[in-house]
């Protein structure tokens, strides 16, 4: 599934001041850290153009939605659900359905790829990059002056998408992305505006809280980023950066040994790591104990940190594009006791850059070595995939005890995992401003 909202907007640079004082407190007492971050990444970005919104855009009327195209009943059937879910949240806009297919200030146009590339206006997908052998949906609103006047949804279902549960999903995120939340994002694969595929994700009460947020009436149409990022500096995470890591760090009682395992977790110049929800999947020749050794090892490292939950994902017949892949194989043929190979792969086309995927390909001989390897193995894998530090013979002999058949993590790798997964190490942290930090910590 391939979801992408692009901006038609026709706005003057009019730019919405600071939230009056009394309303900002209020605002910040309603709405937690974790809403305004990601209300910050979802709404001042803008994806398939790869940049950030100068300024947010909502309706300050009703928006009234029509129904175009080869809708089937079931089609149909899911826009009025999704009107119904939409309008139970309170807000001061509300949603319904045109009484004419023109007369509709949100036009949702269902039909083949090149009917529904002709509706919205595109001449070449695939040279857009989009997968036309699964659904997508695209949105184009058009704005004047921070308000939302017109959009056009054009969806496209692929043949082999048939369950109501999953074409509802792309109506519901078109829908609410018209309202104006057009970025996606890598943080939370269960949201409904996580980029890559899940079958899993839904309308999570955060989607629901950012909606919330952007219609509140102290935040005005045109409201800039700059505003906002000034307004809710001391909730972001992004703004002041270097000044909250350096405290933090301080606070930490960061160590030159732990300084050098933080310095190994950049990719290039930027740092990388999996999002705050990381799904683990596991293919091939599992057994029992070995689905029990990760759930228990998933288990102790979501207890490090607060920002980090990790889970099982339900078994799909194809390989996500996201989370944690093991894929573990039994051979006897070959002559190391455990052969270890694995890729990353890094998504960058949201605001903040992350690692997606981290796919591992575990395989055993089966002999007695093998055998004893083999819980280490899966442990090993595990976090140095959430850690993508260099896996040494030191490292992976410091890294976990048993106590009493428990897994527990060293003082060190827990910590290590615990500062890598900080609010205040930002997705996308430039290395030479780390390396400045370094130094001022002194710790070379």
């Known amino acids: 599934m391939f979801i992408v909202a692009l901006l038609a907007i026709i706005s003057c640079s009019s730019d919405k001041t600071s939230i009056q004082g009394e309303d900002l407190a209020v605002l910040k007492q309603k709405y937690g850290a974790r809403t305004v971050n990601y209300f910050y990444e979802t709404v001042f970005h803008e994806d398939f153009a790869r940049k950030n919104n100068d300024n947010l855009l909502k309706w300050t009327d009703d928006p009234t939605i029509a129904i175009k195209g080869r809708a089937s009943r079931m089609d149909t059937a899911s826009v009025r659900e999704v ?3 939409i309008d139970a949240l309170g807000l001061p806009v509300k949603c319904r359905l045109a009484q004419a297919p023109d007369s509709g200030a949100i036009q949702i146009f269902f039909g083949n790829v090149g009917e529904v590339a002709s509706f919205i206006g595109f001449e070449d997908l695939d040279a857009m990059g989009v997968d036309t052998s699964s659904s997508f949906g695209f949105a184009k609103p058009e704005s004047y002056e921070g308000r939302l006047i017109k ?4 969806i496209y279902f692929s043949p082999n998408d048939t369950t109501a549960a999953s074409r509802r999903e792309v109506v519901l995120e078109e829908i609410v992305q018209t309202l104006g939340i057009f970025g996606d994002s890598y943080s939370y694969p269960s949201s409904l505006f996580f980029q890559n ?3 899993q994700k839904r309308f ?5 809280q950012v909606l919330r947020l952007l219609y509140e009436p102290a935040i005005l149409p045109n409201y800039s980023r700059l505003s906002f990022e000034t307004d809710f500096a001391d909730n972001l995470y992004a703004v002041n950066s270097n000044e909250k890591l350096q405290k933090y760090l301080q606070n930490s009682s960061l160590n030159s040994q732990m300084a050098r395992d933080l310095d190994e977790i950049f990719s290039g110049d930027l740092l990388l790591k999996h999002p705050k929800e990381v799904n ?4 091939g020749a599992f057994s029992r104990r070995d689905s029990v050794t990760i759930a228990e090892a998933s288990s102790e490292l979501s207890k490090l940190s607060p920002n980090l939950k990790i889970a099982i994902g339900l078994h799909h017949a194809s390989e996500p594009d996201h989370g944690i892949v093991i894929c573990l194989e039994e051979n006897r043929k070959q002559e190391p006791a455990v052969l270890q190979n694995g890729e990353t792969i890094a998504g960058k086309s949201c605001m903040y ?3 997606i995927k981290s796919k591992i390909l575990l395989s055993f ?3 007695d070595r093998s055998e004893g390897l083999r819980q280490q193995s899966l442990v090993n894998s595990l976090y140095f995939s959430l850690v993508p530090i260099k896996m040494t013979k030191s490292r992976i002999d410091e890294l976990y005890t048993l106590t009493n058949g428990r897994i527990s993590f060293s003082r060190h790798y827990a910590d290590l995992l615990r500062i890598v997964y900080a609010n205040e190490l930002v997705d996308g942290y430039d290395r030479r401003e780390f390396l400045k930090i370094k130094s001022n910590l002194a710790l070379l």
């Open 353 to 355: 850059p992350k690692i």
């Open 204 to 208: 999570t009460d955060l989607d629901k």
């Open 83 to 85: 009107i119904a879910e």
């Open 197 to 199: 595929w899940n079958p």
């Open 365 to 367: 001989n089966l002999s």
């Open 151 to 154: 959009a056009r949804v054009g």
């Open 280 to 283: 683990v999947f596991l293919f």
